[in-house]
């Protein structure tokens, strides 16, 4: 499944105030300050666009993509009200697909805090780097099955949160289970783990990893209706079961 990591490195350096949309906020009489009407021009036609990919994407790896369509705005703003990042420093997405969700994500994070989006399909991983260039934003092309090589690669410590819409029904029961337990083995201590599933059985493999979730949800507006839970890190059963 890894299909050989590559890496883009954010530029710390550069954390100008963003808009909503993710560039740097222009602001009117500032010295040099120019509008970017083409960037936006370009990235608009990105999201316009990102379903179709989105759909291409699931044509051609069904499995690995699981869905037809991105998630929805009900969804998104339910996984990030479950997720509660507005202490987190470090901030680990699974499966970015075209970006919606990596960009919720981000205007729910602090302006200081770091987003590793790891995404296994290079299309996909190259669009979210087109489509958002906050400095926060770290994507990396490569599995979920190597979240620690992923943050060593780019220098990141615990995360805080890991969030997740990675088709954990069709993976095979021990790549499922392994890609837990590395979740729980990076999170900090007072981290949080939040999987979206059209499916339970994240939370049936989850239950032996994490034990029970701290909160579970349904979303209704999302096609399909959508679930997502939270565990919390240090709710493991015994370590007999570990
Ligand atoms: C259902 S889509 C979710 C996309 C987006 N987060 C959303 O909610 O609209 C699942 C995404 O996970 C990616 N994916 C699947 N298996 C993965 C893995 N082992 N590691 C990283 N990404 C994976 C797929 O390529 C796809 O982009």
């Not at 202490?87 to 969700?101: C, K, S």
């Not at 029904?169 to 590395?182: C, D, F, H, Q, Y």
């Not at 979740?183 to 999987?195: E, K, M, N, S």
């Amino acid at each position: 499944m890894n299909r050989g990591a590559f890496v883009t490195h954010a530029t710390p350096q550069a954390r100008a105030p963003l808009d909503p949309s993710g560039h740097e906020r222009y602001t009117p009489g500032m010295p040099n300050a120019q509008p970017h009407p083409q960037p936006r021009a370009r990235k608009s036609k990105l999201a316009t666009d990102a379903p179709v990919l989105f759909f291409k994407s699931f044509l051609e790896r069904p499995k690995e993509v699981g869905s037809i369509i991105p998630s929805s705005r009900f969804l998104e703003r339910r996984v990030m009200r479950c997720a509660r990042l507005d202490q987190a420093n470090i901030v680990v997405e699974l499966g970015p697909g075209t970006g919606g969700t990596t960009q919720a994500l981000l205007r729910a994070m602090r302006p200081d805090a770091v987003l590793l989006a790891i995404e296994i399909n290079p299309r996909l991983a190259e669009r979210v780097r087109a489509r958002i260039t906050d400095p926060r934003l770290v994507v990396h092309c490569g599995s979920a099955e190597d979240i620690p090589g992923a943050l060593a690669a780019h220098g990141l410590a615990a995360p805080d949160a890991v969030i997740s819409g990675i088709p954990f029904s069709t993976m095979p029961r021990p790549v499922a289970l392994g890609i837990l337990r590395s979740i729980r083995d990076c999170l900090a201590p007072t981290g949080c783990f939040v999987a979206y599933q059209v499916r339970d059985r994240v939370a049936v493999l989850a239950r032996e990893v994490f034990g029970k979730p701290s909160h579970a949800e349904l979303e209704v507006r999302n096609v399909p209706p959508m679930r997502v839970w939270r565990y919390d890190a240090g709710s493991s059963p015994s370590p007999r079961l570990r």
